[in-house]
């Protein structure tokens, strides 16, 4: 069975920072690209950001560039997300999936991507 796994949520202060972990078992994440995506209270679910299966290419939400790090080791199946300077409007559910595609370019738009973990909470606020 695949399963994702995200960690590593909290509580923060603005301009504090936070690093997820993404971990996926039942999977060899390595040939997918990996996306993270986030959703607020009475919000949609929004692109954050992702990487290509192999490092190469890395998106981001305009809001969060400069700020958040999308990274991977694919010998431990895992991806991260670095969260610095961040600000009470980057609060909510933090969720990562695969992309439906092996070694394709990673995309932005949530159909494209499958087993989605059960999310981790990021909370901003003073």
């Known amino acids: 069975q695949v399963q994702l796994v995200e960690s590593g949520g909290g509580l923060v202060q603005p301009g504090g920072s936070l690093r997820l972990s993404c971990v996926a078992s039942?999977?060899?994440?390595?040939?997918?690209?990996v996306g993270w995506f986030r959703q607020a209270p009475g919000k949609e679910r929004e692109f954050v950001a992702t990487?290509?299966?192999?490092?190469?290419?890395?998106y981001y939400r305009d809001s969060v560039q400069g700020r958040f790090a999308i990274s991977r080791d694919n010998a431990k199946s895992i991806v991260y997300l670095q969260m610095n300077n961040l600000k009470p409007e980057d609060t909510a559910v933090y969720y990562c999936a695969s992309d439906r595609l092996r070694m394709g370019v990673p995309r932005r738009n949530i159909p494209s991507y499958e087993n989605w973990g059960q999310g981790t909470q990021v909370t901003v606020s003073s």
């Open positions: 039942g999977l060899n994440l390595d040939s997918y690209a």
């Open positions: 990487i290509s299966w192999n490092s190469l290419t890395a």
